[in-house]
């Protein structure tokens, strides 16, 4: 949604010939195989059917086929745009939800690393990652939002709600950061813990003995969950993946008027430069944060809205241009 579809159709909202094509090329293998299933590992593609694009844009190509594919789409003459968005090769062990699907054969980090030597342009989300993958055409598409996050607003605020949209699966270690700050900033008010997503493992981590979750739940109903918190949280651990990450889910917070504290990775902090949220290091520093936003309506209520001033002025609709230009212009002088 972010990476893509966001930005493509702002594009041809404003006319831009950008079209979403879910199936892809149509390619020849060097052996039948079941269209059930995907291709074996020793299936090779021959043959790429002729499409009709100047440039094909594609995004965390992990399985071995999609960076084969790559020749073939450049010998018709069109360019290639492959974007990452996340570490793939320093991805947490305990990260069970990614960890192993990087690492399977015919899907692994190692093909994502050969579809961006071989790409005529690769984007990414934060400059360690264009540092990762760029092999000298890389171009920094920070993640955005899109415009409607602007103007949703909650239906009812979930009442003395502190938040974490997320799942402990693909985040182990993030939560802890907190050290028990968390249940130190509740302590004495009647505010709780909310998740926005299956809630397992948090209480734990938090050192709290209860929060309350959504569940998960589907993305055309994710910003409107993000919207109910009265103050959000981004705790990240200070890794070489998280290092590399993008500030989304603080800016997803901040568009839709969610007063939000967050770990120091760069490109929170980049985020936070632009007046977005607080930042939070230490447990003291967490505790702080978190009871100043608790205690103080009026702060709150500031935070929430010097965010909200900022994102307009990070979305697709308002940065289009950039894509674009690493869309149609980068692509065609890098293959010139």
Known sequence: MYRQLFPARALMAEGADVAIDRTGPVVEWSQNWSRLEQPPASCRIVKV???????????????????????????????????????????????????????????????????????????????ALIRRYGY???????????????????????????????????HPGDLEVTAGAIPQALAGTKWGFHCIGTGNGVAKALGLREVNSTGMVDFDQYAMAVAELEIGIVPLQASKFNKAKSALKASEMAALGVPVVMSPTPDNLRLHKLGVGMVAESRSQWQRCVSKLIRDLSFREDLAGRGREVMATQTYERQ?????????????????
């Open 49 to 127: 059917r002729p499409y009709p694009a100047d440039v094909v844009v594609m995004q965390r190509p992990a399985r071995m086929h999609w960076s084969e594919m790559i020749p073939h789409l450049q010998a018709q003459g069109i360019r290639v745009v492959v974007d990452v968005d996340d570490l793939f090769d320093a991805i947490p062990k305990a990260n069970i939800a990614a960890y192993q699907g990087y690492q399977r054969g015919a899907v692994h980090f190692d093909y994502v690393d050969r579809a961006c030597k071989l790409a005529d342009v690769v984007t990414a989300t934060t400059p």
């Open 320 to 336: 289009s241009s950039r894509w674009a230009e690493a869309w149609q212009d980068k692509a065609k002088e890098q293959a010139a």
């Open 136 to 170: 000298g055409h890389g171009v920094v598409l920070p993640n955005l939002v899109p415009e409607s996050y602007l103007s949703i607003e909650a239906w009812g605020k979930r009442y003395r709600s502190v938040g974490w949209p997320g799942v402990t699966e693909t």
